[in-house]
T-cell receptor
Framework: GAVVSQHPSRVICKSGTSVKIECRSL??????MFWYRQFPKQSLMLMAT?????????EQGVEKDKFLINHASLTLSTLTVTSAHPEDSSFYIC???????????FGDGTRLSIL | DAKTTQPPSMDCAEGRAANLPCNHS???????VYWYRQIHSQGPQYIIH???NNETNEMASLIITEDRKSSTLILPHATLRDTAVYYC????????????FGPGTRLSVLP
């Protein structure tokens, strides 16, 4: 079945560091991918929609200059958290939908911890 | 997208059937019912989806009422590994649309 892979699974870094998270669709092409954020004991919240070859669409309240999204190919989207601070610590999850109306598939998430 | 309502938590004995309800009284005719689950520290896992007919796969069964205003996810023989948060999501089927997650139901399978 369709698989979405995220890397890395866990990142621990110092405040002020920029962190890049990769999301790959392994056996299908995805012109659209989604990035979610999940804080402890809360549900997933959509941050942005990543569109291949064009600018990402950000949800209200999500800083586009803080969370840079690049979707340079049909199988890869990256989320860069720039100048990360402790409040950016969270569980980041990406997803994509194969063609043909198949259900959306999610990566295993990246746990980001900013010290 | 239609809003869904789920109980915040449920317990189930290991080996018994787990029946997870979901209300979606404002569902539209072209909206599907999707179920996902999230095991701690993992991404959501697709379970099953349906439009109006009951569906069954290797993981679960989905029972949708005739008026489509509610549904039930059935795990026929729950195991400890089924302990997770279960999300019921109603959405039109199609490419390029995100899912809106509610708080879900935290299912605890007890030994």
């Amino acid at each position: 079945g369709a698989v979405v892979s995220q890397h890395p699974s866990r990142v621990i870094c110092k405040s002020g560091t920029s962190v890049k998270i990769e999301c790959r669709s392994l056996d299908f092409q995805a012109t659209t991918m989604f990035w979610y954020r999940q804080f402890p004991k809360q549900s997933l919240m959509l941050m942005a929609t990543s569109n291949e070859g064009s600018k990402a669409t950000y949800e209200q309240g999500v800083e586009k200059d803080k969370f840079l999204i690049n979707h340079a190919s049909l199988t890869l989207s990256t989320l860069t958290v720039t100048s990360a601070h402790p409040e950016d610590s969270s569980f980041y999850i990406c997803s994509a939908t194969p063609w043909g109306g198949q259900p959306q598939h999610f990566g295993d998430g990246t746990r980001l911890s900013i010290l | 997208d239609a809003k869904t309502t789920q109980p915040p938590s449920m317990d189930c004995a290991e080996g018994r059937a787990a029946n997870l309800p979901c209300n979606h009284s404002t569902i539209s005719g072209n909206e599907y019912v999707y179920w996902y689950r999230q095991i701690h520290s993992q991404g959501p896992q697709y379970i099953i989806h349906g439009l109006k007919n009951n569906e069954t796969n290797e993981m679960a069964s989905l029972i949708i009422t005739e008026d489509r205003k509610s549904s039930t996810l059935i795990l026929p023989h729950a195991t400890l590994r089924d302990t997770a948060v279960y999300y019921c999501i109603v959405r039109v089927r199609g490419y390029g649309q995100n899912f809106v997650f509610g708080p879900g139901t935290r299912l605890s399978v007890l030994p």
